[in-house]
């Protein structure tokens, strides 16, 4: 009995010490043996890249364009209305570029992210064919996966950069640009404990995984 209730007594000093280290440690019974593992796993914590929600970034970024025809500025890509129609005055939701040759537009973010997929909706009545996408820092540029009448995308973009850039060779003409991707995160997204309580000896921890991952964030 005696041995019993220092086993008892050694599990809550146990936890008693784990719970500076763990918000949720939790006593696992009162038959506590000498090799017994105790297993804890805070699976709260853990999110995988298969799990991440992205969100439209694209209003995060400060849009930039080779030049501007009329009331086409390049933040009108990015005001968060497909609006096709052109108009000339502060309606206006396209933007519009007016320089030969390649023509550019570009997002630039505060700090990398994630980026998965890009969709770009035309002017009213224009092709989307033609566009390209370029992540900055990256030699290739990518082409749209779908291209639609009304909006075409850039699937399984999937790199990570601070800007991106879509090139077209005419004048750029587009109602909006959405950028669905995910902030890069270095904390701590998953932890495993494993801790042994062998009788009278304190062997803690006998394994300590850490993973970190992506998260995506709320906007
Ligand atoms: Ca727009």
């Known amino acids: 009995m005696k041995s019993s209730m220092d086993n008892l007594s050694m599990t809550k000093l146990v936890c008693l010490i784990l719970l500076l ?24 914590l853990s999110l995988s890249a298969a799990n991440v929600q992205y969100t439209n970034i694209a209003h995060l970024g400060t849009a930039e364009q080779i030049s501007t025809h009329n009331w ?19 309606t206006n939701s396209i933007c519009h570029t007016i320089s030969g040759g390649l023509n ?14 890009v969709v770009i909706y035309p002017r009213s009545s224009l092709s989307l064919s033609g566009y390209t996408l370029k992540v900055i820092g990256y030699e290739t540029n990518l082409d749209p996966t779908e291209i639609f009448s009304t909006y075409a995308e850039f699937n399984n973009v999937d790199r990570t950069g ?8 005419g004048y750029i003409q587009l109602s909006e640009v959405e950028v669905y991707g995910a902030a890069l995160q270095t904390g701590v997204t998953k932890v495993d ?24 964030s709320a906007y």
Not at 194 to 213: A, D, E, G
């Open 104 to 117: 550019w537009w570009r997002l630039t973010f505060l700090q990398s992210y994630y980026i998965h997929k």
């Open 162 to 169: 601070k800007a991106l850039e879509l090139q077209f060779t």
């Open 72 to 90: 086409g500025d390049a933040y009108r890509c990015i005001d968060g209305k497909a609006d096709g129609a052109w108009k000339n005055d502060d």
């Open 193 to 216: 404990y494993y801790f042994q309580i062998p009788n009278n000896s304190l062997l803690i921890p006998s394994q300590i995984n850490v993973h970190t991952s992506f998260t995506a």
């Open 21 to 44: 280290a763990i918000s949720d440690c939790e006593m696992i019974g009162t038959n506590v043996t000498e090799q017994e593992t105790i297993k804890k796993r805070n699976n709260a």
